[in-house]
Nanobody
Framework: QVYVEESGGGSVQPGGSLTLSCTASEWYYELSWFREVEGKERELVATIAGDGGNRHYTDIAKGRFTFPAYNADSDSADNGKKTVHLRMNNLKPEDTATYYC???????????WGRGTTVTVSS
């Protein structure tokens, strides 16, 4: 089963930026970022295909969050691990949440979740 791990969360002032990273232990069909605030449903932020081609940004992310270009030299390893980054700009207090990465190994596979990384936006 694919293993998923997030990193890059932290505290930032409004208007600041953070880059989240998600490392998958092997090839996958699709990777998605979700976020969750306690007491609310987990919501989709953005999705990228395993080959880095198709990218989908929800209204949460449009104009502020992006998947930077994949760098094979720094973001992949001989053992098949692959890291995808999510660059988040112009962060707002309402972006405060725990961000989760999920990966589907195949198009029909259920998602595998990481443990999450916390983002706090406050002055």
């Amino acid at each position: 089963q694919v293993y998923v791990e997030e990193s890059g969360g932290g505290s930032v002032q409004p208007g600041g930026s953070l880059t989240l990273s998600c490392t998958a232990s092997e090839w996958y069909y699709e990777l998605s970022w979700f976020r969750e605030v306690e007491g609310k449903e987990r919501e989709l932020v953005a999705t990228i295909a395993g080959d880095g081609g198709n990218r989908h940004y929800t209204d949460i992310a449009k104009g502020r969050f992006t998947f930077p270009a994949y760098n094979a030299d720094s973001d992949s390893a001989d053992n098949g691990k692959k890291t995808v980054h999510l660059r988040m700009n112009n962060l707002k207090p309402e972006d405060t949440a725990t961000y989760y990465c999920s990966v589907r190994k195949y198009g029909w596979s259920p998602p595998t979740w990481g443990r999450g990384t916390t983002v706090t936006v406050s002055s």
